[in-house]
């Protein structure tokens, strides 16, 4: 629209505007640039732990050293979720409406939102805030993906601020005028070292840290911030050989369209949940209701809360994690092997290192 006067010209039939020739973005297509995790060389693991997060909407914590790839493979993970619905692309425009956010000529979001603040975020960057309040990152992030790289730098209070959002998938923020409620139904993605100069545990480089240093450092990350993400998973550092081999792994559409079918049988087993969508959205009555186990996965689960010294929401979550798993398989009943790889990435950050 070139300006007032052209729009009154037009409408008093004067001077019609051109038809517009926009092209209209694909609801099946993500249009955002994205690693292709076809790109990624190695690191096989850590690409099936993204799978499981993208097909169950569960958070991940990558540790690991310097270089082997973890912000890669945090920004390789929109590629492999399912495109907005109509309905899901209206709210994240909303939101990116409300804080001014909207980018020029996009009238709707299309995409999934990737957020990856600074460590330096301010509380009220992160969470929301302001005279009148604002929506903050992680509402931003909402319907998509908050990334957290170096996430022990973050401080404390800001961290423990998002423990309320990511059970309730919301966050309020109270003025003395009164308080607003914004979405935050996010999925968080965290990347750090093993410790300070971050290579603690590897092969090939000695680490400089001492105990104290390591474990101080690894105590920034709270223990109910650490049950609050179900996908704890190593990152090695990538040798020669794996790096220079010219061969292509396994494309992000072939990852995604695994994604998408584990997502649609989740879609048809909550139809009649209000609020739940996805598995990492269940409550207590639908993982008792949905996430059965036999008798062999029952012993081994019973095993694990002693020797893992689980949670009663770690409990939960794992059966969570178990039921993705199950999905990815198409699988109607979730079996001992798919309960023990959800177990092996409830995985404590200690033991990974």
């Known amino acids: 629209m070139p300006s007032l006067q052209a729009l009154y010209l037009h409408l008093i039939e004067e001077q019609p505007l051109a038809p ?5 973005p694909d609801l099946n297509t993500l249009e955002m640039q994205v690693t292709d995790m076809r790109e990624i060389k190695g690191q096989e693991q850590v690409k099936r732990a993204l799978e499981v997060a993208a097909a169950g909407g569960h958070n991940a914590l990558m540790v690991g050293p310097p270089g082997a790839g973890k912000t890669l493979l945090a920004r390789a993970l929109p590629g492999i979720l399912p495109a907005l619905s109509v309905d899901e692309a209206l709210d994240v425009t909303r939101i990116y409406s409300v804080s001014d956010q909207l980018p020029e000529g996009t009238p709707l979001v299309r995409t999934r939102p990737f957020r990856a603040p600074h460590h330096t975020i301010s509380h009220a960057g992160l969470v929301g805030g302001g005279n009148w309040p604002q929506p903050g990152e992680i509402s931003l992030a909402h319907l998509g993906v908050l990334f957290l790289d170096e996430m022990v730098e973050f401080p404390p209070r800001v961290l423990e601020v998002m423990r309320q959002p990511l059970e309730d998938k919301t966050v309020t923020i109270s003025r003395a005028q ?3 409620t914004f979405p935050a139904n996010f999925q968080l993605v965290g990347a750090m070292n093993p410790c300070p100069c971050g290579y603690y545990g590897d092969p090939l480089k000695a680490c400089s840290c001492s105990a104290g240093t390591i474990t101080r450092y690894q105590k920034r990350l709270s223990g ?3 049950d609050r993400i179900d996908i704890h998973v ?3 550092r990538v040798d020669y050989q794996k790096l220079s081999d010219e061969r292509l792994g396994e494309p992000s559409a072939t990852v995604r369209e695994r994604v998408e079918a584990a997502r649609a049988l989740q879609r048809e087993r909550f139809a009649e949940d209000e609020g739940v969508h996805q598995n990492a959205d269940m409550g207590v009555e639908q993982v008792r209701k949905y996430c059965q186990l036999d008798e062999e996965g029952g012993a081994l689960l019973k095993s694990a809360m002693s020797q893992m ?3 009663a929401r770690a409990y939960h979550r794992t059966l969570k994690l178990a039921r993705t798993i199950a999905d990815l398989a198409a699988a109607p009943q979730i079996l001992s092997a798919h309960l ?4 092996q990435y409830r995985a404590r950050l200690e033991t990974l290192l």
Do not use: D, F, W
């Not at 517009?20 to 209209?24: E, F, P």
């Not at 023990?340 to 177990?343: H, I, N």
């Open 309 to 311: 010294q689980l949670t």
């Open 234 to 236: 190593e990152v090695p």
């Open 20 to 24: 517009y020739s926009g092209r209209t």
């Open 178 to 180: 009164g308080s607003l």
């Open 340 to 343: 023990a790889e959800a177990l």
């Open 224 to 226: 109910p911030m650490l």
